[in-house]
């Protein structure tokens, strides 16, 4: 059973000045440090990347940037998705020229009520038919309005260029059923790491996670907790990774996130306007949060 891409990876931020250029040498110095950690690969142009937010040279350009900053032994996945299958296909083979390992393509969101499992199924076939690389679904309700049914998922994970899911929502039903229904070298990850605990214990192989930009250590330890079914010790770590999870998740989302990584000496930079830095008041929240931490697990008083 080869599943090249279960482990812990972390979708990285794009760093903008405060011009709103996207500052590579930020770029650069980040993903090298990550690069010392226990992480299995990265994720660029993901969520917290602002994907969205970029134009297309700017996403060529993102991806040129890290894969450089990344050894051919740590995998490298791209998000790819666009709103229409061609836009996705073409994005993905650019991604696939640029040397990336995978691609993650999320649903297509604008048209949203059309989007059933046979149009879903449909675009991910397409899409995987013509891509170089293998690809990744990637659901992501909270922020598309899609979410992808079991129905779809189990008849795309028996496409032979489809090798996985990230399933970014917190339902551990609907992950657990993604886990069953598909095939034992179909890799799911969870996103969520509110609850990631619970998707390990769920089956997940693994997890794409904005907690691990921050935690690397510590969100690999979860995952090793889980697999040696030492689930006290693992759920006692979920209790204590919460807050900060919850803060740079869903209470605050990507400014929070940004700011974060400046608290633990990375570079968070800007975040693309419309959206604002953090006030003030998260930040302090945020520096409580991890001062909170440091006392329960002191190995965190040392930056990754």
């Not at 894969?67 to 032994?73: K, Q, Y």
Request: charged share 20%; hydrophobic share 45%; net charge neutral.
């Amino acid at each position: 059973m080869n599943k090249r891409f279960a482990g812990v990876f972390t979708p990285i931020v794009t760093p903008f000045t405060a011009g709103d250029d996207v500052d590579e040498g930020a770029l650069r110095r980040n993903v090298a440090r990550w690069m010392k950690t226990p992480l299995t690969g990265l994720v660029v142009l993901g969520s917290n990347g602002e994907a969205a937010q970029l134009d297309e040279a700017e996403a060529d350009r993102v991806i040129d940037v890290v894969r450089a900053e990344t050894p051919a032994g740590r995998p490298l996945i791209a998000g790819t998705g666009r709103e229409s299958t061609r836009a996705t296909i073409a994005a993905t083979t650019r991604a696939a020229r640029a040397g990336v390992d995978a691609v993650l393509v999320r649903t297509p969101s604008f048209f949203k009520a059309q989007m059933t499992s046979d149009v879903l199924v449909r675009h991910y076939t397409q899409v995987a038919d013509a891509s170089p690389v293998p690809v990744l679904l990637y659901n992501v309700t909270m922020f598309t309005g899609v979410n992808m049914q079991v129905d779809a998922v189990e008849c795309l994970s028996g496409h032979p260029n489809i090798v996985g899911i990230k399933e970014s929502g917190s339902d551990i039903g609907l992950i657990a059923e993604y886990v069953s229904r598909t095939p034992a070298d179909f890799t799911v990850l969870a996103g969520s790491a509110t609850t990631l605990f619970h998707a390990l214990c769920a089956g997940c192989d693994g997890a794409i996670l904005a907690l691990a930009m921050l935690l690397p250590d510590e969100c690999v330890r979860m995952r090793e907790l889980v697999a040696s079914r030492q689930l006290d010790q693992a759920s006692a770590l979920q209790r204590q990774l919460l807050p900060i999870a919850r803060s740079v998740g869903t209470a605050y989302g990507v400014a929070a996130l940004k700011a974060a990584l400046d608290l633990r000496g990375y570079e968070g930079g800007f975040p693309r306007p419309p959206l604002r830095p953090a006030p003030q008041s998260v930040i302090d929240t945020l520096t409580r949060q991890f001062q909170e931490l440091a006392t329960l697990i002191p190995e965190h008083a040392r930056t990754s």
